[in-house]
């Protein structure tokens, strides 16, 4: 069935970058994008942005736009998101998720938490 | 962008009917009919209950719905039963190619 399997969880000192992988199976990845959502400690989630597994087109959440950047290798189906200029408060669990439309999330990788800490 | 606003948290026994609300504005909730509505348990990932509004994906319980009026789209969950129990969020397009979650609703299910 499909799955998206996520890269482990990491811990980073403030200004560090993370990149955070999302392998897909069992489906065919041309045909969806993969949207990033985080949810911080004890918090809500948040819209990161979203990549076209077609051609690589990419939207971003206003308040990453610079610091965050989302690619796709279609010949591996695997997504990446990687942040940069890490902060405390970029402490969060990080989500992909395939797409049909920006809205519509049907299935969920099972979280990577990123830790940022001196 | 701030947040569509959502109730922290609602409460029904079991067998009753609840309804969360998810205000937005008439930019985003208003404007589209895409509205989204995801089921988190603790520790997991989310899961799609409702999308476009008011359509359940294959397998989600048919006592889950969801609709909208003017800028506030609504889930209802009727004979709410225990597995219930969890948090909510709303998702909606907001134009330019953005996106918005509801800030959550924590369901007790007393």
């Known amino acids: 069935q499909v799955q998206l399997v996520q890269s482990g969880g990491e811990v980073k000192k403030p200004g560090a970058s993370v990149k955070v992988s999302c392998k897909a199976s069992?489906?065919?990845?041309?045909?969806?994008?993969v949207t990033w959502v985080r949810q911080a400690p004890g918090q809500g989630l948040e819209w990161m942005g979203w990549?076209?597994?077609?051609?690589?087109?990419?939207n971003y959440a206003q308040k990453f736009q610079g610091r965050v950047t989302m690619t796709a290798d279609a010949s591996t189906s695997t997504a990446y998101m990687e942040v940069k200029s890490l902060r405390t408060d970029d402490t969060a669990v990080y989500y992909c998720g395939r797409s049909q439309d920006p809205t519509l999330i049907d299935y969920w990788g099972q979280g990577t938490l990123v830790t940022v800490s001196s | 962008q701030s947040a569509l606003t959502q109730p922290a948290s609602v409460s029904g026994s079991p067998g009753q009917s609840i309804t969360i609300s998810c205000t937005g504005t008439?930019?985003?909730?208003?404007?589209?009919?895409?509205v989204s509505w995801y089921r988190q348990y603790p520790g997991e990932a989310p899961k799609l209950m409702i999308y476009?509004?008011?359509k359940r994906p294959s397998g989600v319980s048919n006592r889950l719905s969801g609709s909208k009026s003017g800028n506030t789209a609504s889930l209802t969950i009727s004979g709410l039963q225990t597995e219930d129990e969890a948090d909510y969020y709303c998702f909606s397009y907001a134009g330019d190619n953005t996106l918005i979650f509801g800030g959550g609703t924590k369901l007790t299910v007393l």
């Open positions: 008439s930019s985003d909730v208003g404007n589209y009919n895409l």
């Open positions: 069992d489906y065919t990845f041309t045909n969806y994008g």
């Open positions: 990549i076209n597994g077609y051609n690589g087109n990419t």
């Open positions: 476009e509004g008011s």
